[in-house]
């Protein structure tokens, strides 16, 4: 399977949190041949091999949206917000919004400089002052379009190369962490590995790691590694010191963050078997937190390897592609050890 093509396949589906059923039919239809199993709260999974350690290896499907939640007499929409973002990433931005009867599109815009008071200039809005035009007179032409609360929407995305090196787009947080579960999959459906991996494709990591908590609470493991991305510091600002990893670096262990820290003992076997197979990681403390705090909460072992990537939750987010293949070469190694 193509690793670019698929992380494209993954980051284009819908599935903000709590809607994140494209994503789930994405993946079983990717894997036909897979029994995959789902729990109650939607949380997807399938194991591989058997005997040696019990290890489960989790990503999470959800990404950041909106949900419309009252129309306006004049046919704008309000709207709420899921998951951490940040509103300087959404003024003069196409929405696509998921009705019963597919994508309709709309766009937050702004007042024009033509239109501006002196003192309106560079002033950051509130979300209270957004509205998504769909391009309507009024309310009725919304229900026409089949535009109701509460459904779910998002920012259009653009998935961009640069010089073949990045990858650049909405949602590698966290896709790429979908697409490397997917990528072992097919590895270990090939190759033995002796002990018993469970890959999960989690829910809701972007509300609370709400998904990751369910699992945890009803399922053992010896080790649980989170496949996420996490905000690289080498950035024209120059505050590296408040996450000191790099893109281009290799794959991150993210020791602490804002949750607490994680299992010493996990991260002193990944590093020692990435020493000793030449594989360059990182290792680095920093804020926001991973479905590994919502895992050591339920008393599992648990590390987050993170991806490192520029601009995280924003549109942009920019990710080497060299460390997505030494990522997915370090997880390897962690299956068959
Ligand atoms: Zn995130």
């Not at 819908?14 to 939607?42: A, C, T, Y």
């Not at 998951?83 to 300087?88: A, P, Q």
């Not at 809701?204 to 996490?230: C, K, M, P, W």
């Not at 590296?240 to 003992?265: E, H, M, N």
Request: glycine share 8%; aromatic share 8%; net charge neutral.
């Amino acid at each position: 399977m193509d690793k670019i093509q698929i992380l494209k396949e993954l980051v284009d589906t819908f599935g903000i949190s709590g809607f994140e059923e494209p994503v789930r039919q994405k993946i079983r239809k990717l894997f036909p041949q897979v029994k995959f199993k789902e729990d109650n709260v939607g949380n997807l999974f399938t194991t591989v091999g058997n005997g040696g350690k019990k290890i489960a290896i989790m990503a999470h499907m959800d990404e950041l949206g909106f949900l419309i939640n009252y129309v306006e007499k004049n046919g704008y929409l309000r709207f709420k917000l899921i998951g951490g973002w940040d509103v300087r990433g959404v003024y003069n931005r196409v929405v696509e919004i998921l009705t019963d009867k597919g994508m309709v599109y709309g766009v937050i815009g702004l007042k024009p400089p033509h239109l501006l008071k002196n003192e309106e200039f560079d002033k950051v809005l509130s979300w209270d002052d957004l509205y998504i035009d769909v391009g309507v007179e009024g309310d009725e032409e919304v229900k026409k379009m089949n535009i109701i609360p509460v459904l779910p929407a998002r920012l259009k995305k653009d998935f961009v190369m640069l010089d073949e090196k990045y990858v650049v787009t909405r949602a590698l947080d966290d896709r790429v962490g979908c697409a490397l579960n997917l990528l072992l999959l097919e590895n270990f459906l090939h190759n033995y590995t002796k002990n018993n991996i469970t890959l999960v494709w989690t829910v809701q990591e972007e509300t609370g790691l709400r998904g990751a908590q369910a699992f945890s609470a009803r399922n053992s493991f010896d080790e649980v590694y989170i496949l996420d991305t996490i905000s690289a510091g080498n950035l024209p600002w120059g505050d590296f010191y408040q996450s000191p990893a790099r893109t281009g670096g290799g794959p991150v262990i993210r020791l602490a963050d804002r949750k607490g820290v994680s299992s010493l003992r996990l991260r002193n076997f990944v590093k020692s078997i990435a020493k000793r197979n030449k594989v360059e990681v990182q290792e680095t403390v920093t804020g926001g937190s991973t479905d590994a705090a919502a895992a050591f909460e339920a008393g599992l072992n648990s590390i987050p390897l993170c991806i490192p990537v520029k601009y995280t939750h924003s549109q942009v987010e920019m990710m080497d592609i060299a460390d997505y293949h030494n990522t997915l070469k370090l997880l390897l190694l962690i299956g068959t050890n």
